[in-house]
């Protein structure tokens, strides 16, 4: 069984779920998770989680993100995309000045009504679920944060802008507002997702590339290992006395582990044992002064040898 996170581009035209339903055929296995929606007409960067990494979907899911998009002024649909029913049409008559004013505009936190279209539940529905059937229902604003919009080029009615988000930004309703705001309306036309945490446009694979990779036995060297993803995680080891702790996702006190030094409420940690054998991550709780285990991976195959500390 593979186990790590593998940087997918994911195509146009295929879901999330399609990119998963197609790495389970590639790799003979069924533990595989994607981190994330990202819309079918949209491509980029989609981490998916192998194995024992599943485990780790949430902690990709709630990191920031960011995108390239084109919006287009003067036309609103009912998606917030060029792919829906278009619902209304504006000249667009304002300036390269005034658009880039009210897109840079949005940078901070913002509150932002997600989309009908999307995979949001309301009353134990999915809002697309409803959409579909033609009904409009009240969506309760959410915070997200813009932490960088950069304009790289207007040429109207296009504008072409790179986004830094949070979690649960829609980049659709982002082009929605900014449209609104600048009375004409807009949609999104392109989106290209190029950077989730620490993975990279410039390294993703497509599936095709993937099996090509497999079949040369070489897979395994693009897998980022569970241990890693954990990387900028200071590491511990347990006192050899204290080893069973860790390998059996005990809490441990700071006197149980090697030179634990000064630990602060909330700091989690690599956790090994005093052989150097990775076995989750651990947090240090304050008030009960101890190391709580946060995530463990006790599976064998994603052991291993602790490098250079």
């Known amino acids: 069984m593979y186990n790590g996170v593998l940087n997918i581009y994911k195509e146009k035209g295929y879901t999330s779920h399609d990119v998963v339903a197609r790495l389970r055929g590639i790799l003979h296995q069924k533990k595989i998770g994607h ?3 990202l819309d079918p007409d949209a491509a980029g960067v989609l981490p998916v989680c192998l194995g024992q990494a599943t485990r780790l979907a949430d902690m990709l899911t ?8 084109v919006l287009l002024l003067g036309r609103e649909t009912d998606t917030q995309d060029v792919s829906g029913q278009i619902l209304t049409e504006a000249p667009v008559t304002v300036s390269p000045e005034e658009v880039r004013a009210a897109a840079e505009s949005f940078e901070g936190a913002y509150e932002q009504v997600p989309p009908m279209y999307s995979a949001l539940k309301v009353g134990g529905k999915k809002l697309y679920q409803l ?17 960088r919009l950069t304009v790289e080029e207007i040429c109207l009615p296009r504008v072409r802008m790179t ?17 609104q705001k600048l009375g004409c309306g807009g949609c999104m036309e392109e989106l290209l997702r190029t950077q989730v945490e620490r993975f990279l446009l410039a390294d993703s694979l497509t599936l095709d590339q993937v099996e090509q990779l497999r079949d040369r036995g070489e897979l395994e060297s693009r897998i980022v290992s569970v241990e890693e993803m954990f990387a900028a995680y200071p590491p511990l080891r347990t006192l ?15 006197e149980q ?46 052991r291993s040898r602790e490098k250079g500390e």
């Open 131 to 147: 959409a579909r059937q033609g009904r409009v229902v009240e969506r309760q604003a959410r915070p997200v944060t813009i932490y």
């Open 257 to 302: 582990v090697q030179d634990a030094g000064a630990m602060e409420d909330g700091v989690c940690f690599r956790m090994y044992d005093s052989g150097g054998t990775f076995w989750g991550v651990y947090q240090y709780q304050d008030e009960k002064r101890r190391l709580k285990p946060w995530k463990m991976f006790p599976d064998s195959a994603v």
């Open 163 to 179: 986004v830094c988000c949070s979690k649960g930004t829609y980049i659709r309703t982002l082009c929605h507002d900014i449209g």
């Open 35 to 37: 981190t994330g929606t």
């Open 62 to 69: 709630d990191k920031t993100k960011t995108y390239e998009a």
């Open 240 to 254: 050899p006395e204290c080893d069973g702790l860790a390998r059996n996702g005990n809490p441990a006190a700071p």
